[in-house]
């Protein structure tokens, strides 16, 4: 059976054209900084099924898509949220074994499973809600308020450091940030991701840092001294090393003590290495005057990025290492507020399609960044909702993206129905 009833409503998606759209999505490839082609084809999705998409963009080939399914006017309004960039690229021939695998840039069904890097992060989602949206629209639904569609660049985490600038570095401020400040504001928003059919409505924050070891003078490779392997050896590389094990226990210490909970979901705060650069790769017959180490430090609502610096600081001094500490990213760590109405909505949703009470996701849901944390700063109550995936096999069964599917058309049936009191009617 291809159609798959959402109950009760007389709105039904079709499993084949949910297969199709997330297959075609998911084989447009489209790293982060890439995003137009995937963007043009979302717009002109949007544009066949009647939903008049707009592109808001910072730059003309990093535009967001926004479409409507317009609404009485007298209701709660909800906008659906997806990204459209992906995490691997070609280029990531240092962070990747093989870069080029088809799974990081193309997808594929086998059996009732999807396969692809796309299709879990993030577009089988999207494609779950444009469908939803799909259905609502051809069922002729009426609702009281407007149901929104976006699909944004700059979700995957790049920012600008060192020579690798604005604006193919940027993230947050071409992608969520700029819808929201450019029209795409609704009452609440239904992030679109994988959370295993739970949600989480508060998420970490973050704080990047680059630690620069300073070593000695350079040394051509037959004048090295025969030094100690400690603090006074002279290739900054060397030290740097030695200083790996201090800040990975300090990492382990700050997840332990810093721990978040709260009504909305559990933040476990990681810090974890992810570069490294030192000396030049065509030149090794120097020693390095300088070794840089970046630092991801994921924060709660509690957290200060300028003591985490200063102990890092001192950290280092702690380790005899001359060097300094640079703070080059803080992004902080935001609640929904009151997203009652769409709780109750999505609770509502869930328990007729999934079965049994929504539960609040896995701290490792609500440990990540994702734009819900842009709706919930800029006033807009958010939640992250999604199906189960498997990240490490880049798989996603499509059972549960048709259930996704169906969840999110009611729940969009649930807050969009609903009336909102206006202020002058309060009074």
Not at 22 to 36: F, Q, R, V
Not at 102 to 107: D, K, L, T, V, W
Not at 293 to 309: I, K, V
């Amino acid at each position: 059976m291809t159609q798959a009833t959402v109950e009760g409503t007389g709105i039904t998606i079709d499993r084949d054209e949910l297969v199709t759209l997330t297959l075609d999505l998911c084989n447009i490839p489209s790293p982060a900084g890439e995003e137009a082609a995937v963007g043009n084809f979302v717009f002109d999705w949007m544009r066949r099924e009647g939903f008049a998409p707009r592109k808001i963009g910072m730059f003309p080939e990093r535009f967001n898509v926004l479409g409507t399914l317009p609404g009485r006017g007298d209701g709660y309004s909800l906008i659906f949220n997806s990204h459209l960039d992906t995490g691997r690229s070609k280029a990531d021939r240092w962070s990747i074994r093989d870069p080029d695998a088809p799974i990081n840039h193309g997808a594929w069904i086998d059996g009732e499973t999807l396969h692809g890097e796309g299709v879990v992060n993030d577009k089988g989602p999207m494609a779950a809600f444009l469908l939803a949206a799909k259905a609502l629209k051809t069922s002729g639904a009426s609702l009281r308020g407007d149901l929104l569609l976006s699909a944004v660049p700059g979700e995957i985490g790049y920012e600008p450091v060192d020579e690798f600038e604005a604006p193919r570095y940027l993230s947050k401020e071409v992608g969520t940030r700029y819808l929201v400040q450019h029209g795409g504001v609704a009452d609440f928003a239904l992030v679109a991701e994988g959370t295993d059919f739970r949600y989480a409505a508060i998420e970490a924050g973050k704080a990047f840092f680059k630690i620069t070891v300073f070593g000695a003078d350079q040394y051509y490779t037959p004048f090295v001294p025969d030094a100690a392997i400690d603090a006074d050896h002279p290739n900054a590389i060397v030290r740097a090393g030695l200083f790996i094990p201090m800040l990975q226990q300090w990492a382990r210490d700050y997840e332990r003590r810093s721990a978040y909970t709260c009504k909305d979901g559990t933040i476990a705060p990681k810090a974890v290495i992810g570069a490294v650069r030192g000396g030049n790769p065509y030149h090794v017959t120097r020693t390095s005057e300088l070794c840089a180490l970046y630092l991801d430090c994921r924060l709660t609502p509690d957290s200060d990025p300028l003591a985490l610096r200063r102990e890092l600081r001192e950290l280092l001094a702690a380790a005899k290492l001359p060097g300094t500490v640079e703070l080059f990213l803080y992004r902080r760590s935001y609640g929904s507020g009151d997203n009652g109405v769409l709780l109750d909505g999505l609770r509502r949703a869930h328990r007729d399609t999934i079965g049994g009470e929504l539960e609040i996701a896995a701290p490792v849901f609500s440990s990540m960044w994702r734009d819900v944390l842009i709706f919930n700063e800029m006033g807009i109550p958010a939640i992250t909702y999604g199906p189960p995936r498997s990240f490490r096999k880049q798989a996603m069964s499509v059972a549960d993206l048709l259930r996704a599917a169906q969840v999110y058309a009611r729940v969009a049936l649930e807050v969009c129905s609903r009336e909102k009191p206006f202020a002058a009617e309060e009074q």
